[in-house]
């Protein structure tokens, strides 16, 4: 399916807009199975999604039954939980020490581990709550994901190993311009969902994503987010959207 854009007016309105689809999945997903299961993106732009879905809980028109969601997360910087950039805690204190979820449903990536260590771990959890059938992938109803100056999403970093797993769900990805290990989905993981959400907001980022968008294919790694089966969702703000 082609990409659906929707461009807002700033990135208040994008947190609105990004926590009112993330609410939307639920509920179709909850309508229509068990389970909710959704993996959080990282970076900065989705806390403000996190803080506003935390504050919706407290509308009994718009709470959400925690106990049958499960949260993932999309990657995670090779730090412990308690850093400060950690993708966990940012969720954490946006999100999920703000909610009654049961803690068996959150799903943190141990990056205070080895990296490689970490991801397999993580796969083995993804396993557990999605027992693969040969040649199955797992279909999350919702991946939340962020855009980087540099077209990265998730830890998928251009120039980067990860870019080309085709049989990991997880892999520990080493980022060289940034001299770390990430841990992080792969694509095929990613193409395999429901729903694959975009949240991009501001200026900085209006140029790549106009390459991204409407630019030659295979050029960012954002370019390869294209769900085999499922929707892909962009929402952006004018400023990001102001080359389009
Ligand atoms: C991370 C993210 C990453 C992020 C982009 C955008 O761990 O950093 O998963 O992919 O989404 O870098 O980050 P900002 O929202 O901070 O611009």
């Given at each position: 399916?082609?990409?659906?854009?929707?461009v807002?007016?700033?990135l208040?309105?994008?947190?609105?807009?990004g926590a009112?689809?993330?609410s939307?999945?639920?509920r179709?997903?909850?309508?229509?199975h068990?389970?909710f299961?959704v993996a959080?993106?990282?970076g900065s732009?989705?806390?403000?999604?996190?803080?506003?879905?935390?504050?919706?809980?407290?509308?009994?028109a718009?709470?959400?039954?925690?106990?049958r969601i499960?949260?993932?997360f999309?990657?995670?910087?090779?730090?412990?939980p308690?850093?400060?950039?950690?993708?966990?805690?940012?969720a954490?204190?946006?999100l999920?020490?703000?909610i009654?979820?049961?803690?068996?449903?959150v799903?943190?990536?141990?990056?205070?581990?080895?990296?490689?260590?970490?991801?397999?771990?993580?796969?083995?959890?993804?396993?557990?709550?999605?027992?693969?059938?040969p040649?199955?992938?797992?279909?999350?109803?919702?991946?939340m994901?962020?855009?980087?100056p540099?077209?990265?999403?998730a830890?998928?970093?251009p120039g980067?190993?990860?870019?080309?797993?085709?049989s990991r769900w997880v892999?520990?990805?080493?980022v060289?311009?940034?001299?770390?290990?990430?841990?992080?989905?792969?694509?095929?993981?990613?193409n395999?969902?429901?729903?694959?959400?975009?949240l991009?907001?501001?200026?900085d980022?209006?140029?790549?994503?106009?390459?991204?968008?409407?630019?030659?294919p295979?050029v960012y790694?954002?370019?390869?987010?294209?769900?085999?089966?499922?929707?892909?969702?962009?929402?952006?703000?004018k400023?990001?959207?102001?080359?389009?």
């Amino acid at each position: 399916m082609p990409p659906e854009i929707k461009v807002v007016e700033n990135l208040p309105a994008l947190s609105r807009a990004g926590a009112d689809e993330f609410s939307r999945c639920a509920r179709e997903a909850l309508s229509a199975h068990e389970r909710f299961v959704v993996a959080l993106s990282g970076g900065s732009t989705p806390k403000a999604v996190f803080s506003l879905l935390a504050d919706d809980q407290k509308d009994p028109a718009k709470c959400l039954p925690w106990e049958r969601i499960h949260l993932f997360f999309g990657d995670e910087r090779h730090v412990p939980p308690t850093d400060k950039d950690s993708n966990y805690r940012m969720a954490d204190e946006s999100l999920l020490s703000k909610i009654s979820i049961p803690p068996q449903n959150v799903h943190r990536i141990r990056a205070e581990l080895d990296a490689n260590v970490a991801a397999s771990q993580y796969e083995t959890a993804l396993r557990d709550l999605f027992p693969p059938k040969p040649g199955e992938w797992p279909r999350f109803d919702l991946i939340m994901l962020g855009m980087g100056p540099d077209g990265h999403t998730a830890s998928l970093f251009p120039g980067t190993a990860a870019l080309n797993e085709n049989s990991r769900w997880v892999v520990a990805n080493w980022v060289e311009k940034l001299k770390t290990w990430r841990i992080t989905f792969t694509f095929p993981l990613i193409n395999h969902a429901a729903e694959v959400l975009f949240l991009v907001a501001g200026d900085d980022k209006s140029q790549v994503l106009k390459e991204v968008l409407q630019g030659k294919p295979g050029v960012y790694p954002c370019q390869r987010v294209q769900p085999v089966n499922g929707r892909l969702l962009w929402i952006i703000d004018k400023a990001a959207a102001r080359l389009l």
